[in-house]
């Protein structure tokens, strides 16, 4: 079946602008996690998912960081007022659960802010 | 605070011998988890192994097994009888104890390149 989508693939963005990346889980999947992966480093956790709400938001850096799942499926992560610092590949990963172990994460969307 | 840590930045391997890749760990919770993922270039992380900090056998999952060493804190994922398609990064992770969900902490990743 369909594994885990994140669109745009790539987005380039002035410093100050607005983005929103898109994460569309597994179906079924009730649980979603968005983690930040800078070069060269491992990925760090953002924000976790339970359906519609958001269980743990203790990684996003700052408040120009938001996130939503309004129906429980889709999810999209919103930066206000880009710096460049912000540039990083961001994932996605869902799961059956909570507690199941075997995350399956998107293929990430690559921003870089000019 | 918990914390993953890989010494290796990168590997190289020859086809099909076996190499071990190490991890180490450091917790104050009894319950905890270990994961391994590999990253392609294609940028998707790919799970390949957990190892609970309960459980009383050392994870196989095919060619993959974790050496779990509790006392030494240690997690090392070997990787018998390597192939060219192997070649990625890997990276070790460990579940924050958060009452029921997978919060991960990862390592830095070591980048492993199989030689033909």
């Known amino acids: 079946g369909a594994g885990v989508s994140q669109t745009p693939s790539n987005k380039v963005t002035e410093k100050g602008k607005y983005v929103e990346l898109r994460c569309d889980p597994i179906?079924?999947?009730?649980?979603l996690y968005w983690y930040r992966q800078s070069l060269g480093q491992g990925p760090e956790f953002l924000i976790y998912?339970?359906?519609?709400?958001?269980?743990?938001d203790s990684g996003l850096p700052n408040d120009r960081f938001f996130a939503v799942r309004p129906e429980g499926s889709v999810s999209t992560l919103k930066i206000q007022r880009t710096e460049r610092g912000d540039s990083a590949v961001y994932l996605c990963?869902?799961?059956?659960?909570?507690?199941?172990?075997?995350?399956?994460f998107g293929p990430g969307t690559r921003l870089t802010v000019t | 605070a918990q914390k993953i840590t890989q010494t290796q930045p990168g590997m190289f391997v020859q086809e099909k011998e076996a190499v071990t890749l190490d991890c180490t760990y450091d917790?104050?919770?009894?319950?905890?988890?270990l994961f391994w993922y590999k990253q392609p270039s294609s940028g998707e992380m790919i799970f390949l192994i957990y190892?609970?900090?309960?459980?009383?056998q050392n994870a196989t999952e095919g060619r993959y097994s974790l050496n779990f060493q509790k006392a030494r804190k240690s997690a090392n994922l070997v990787i018998s009888a390597s192939q060219l398609g192997d070649s990625a990064m890997y990276f070790c992770?460990?579940?924050?104890?958060?009452?029921?969900?997978?919060?991960?902490?990862f390592g830095a990743g070591t980048r492993l390149a199989v030689h033909p």
């Open positions: 998912f339970q359906g519609t709400g958001a269980a743990d």
């Open positions: 179906s079924g999947h009730t649980a």
């Open positions: 917790t104050s919770d009894p319950s905890y988890g």
């Open positions: 190892q609970g900090s309960y459980d009383q």
């Open positions: 992770a460990m579940r924050e104890n958060t009452g029921g969900y997978n919060k991960l902490i």
């Open positions: 990963a869902s799961s059956l659960g909570g507690s199941s172990y075997e995350q399956y």
